[in-house]
């Protein structure tokens, strides 16, 4: 075909913008751009990785802190059960000397007395020591 000859018409017109030479252009920033971009990348991955990590510790703790708090509840409900029963709440009534009442007595909203009203009996005397 042809040799090294000039080039004519389109070809002459797209030699323009073709560098027609060896490329001088310096890879330098290129290459440090690129380097510079994966270190960031790097070191953002290891900064969220070490705040995804203190986060995991948190729940962590928080987790075990709402295991004992979820006991210490279950071990007072339990002392509320306890205290709350008939027997127990009789006898607290009896240490602080209270008495079983009579039949009750009721008013009606006119001020009229249903029932026949009396003083609680005494309390038998304790034997306990110390009283």
Do not use: C, H, W, Y
């Amino acid at each position: 075909m042809t040799g090294a000859g000039p080039l004519k018409g389109r070809a002459a017109r797209l030699a323009r913008f073709m560098p027609s030479g060896p490329t001088t252009a310096a890879r330098t920033p290129f290459v440090l751009l690129v380097v510079l971009l994966l270190g960031g990348g790097l070191i953002t991955l290891l900064l969220l990785n070490s705040s995804l990590n203190e986060g995991s510790f948190k729940l962590s703790e928080l987790k075990k802190r709402t295991t004992e708090l979820t006991d210490q509840e279950q071990e007072l409900q339990r002392d509320v059960d306890d205290r709350s029963a008939p027997d127990a709440l009789e006898r607290r009534a009896r240490e602080l000397g209270m008495v079983p009442g009579g039949s009750p007595v009721f008013l009606d909203p006119d001020g009229t007395v249903r029932g026949v009203p009396a003083p609680a009996a005494s309390p038998p005397a304790s034997t306990t020591p110390g009283r």
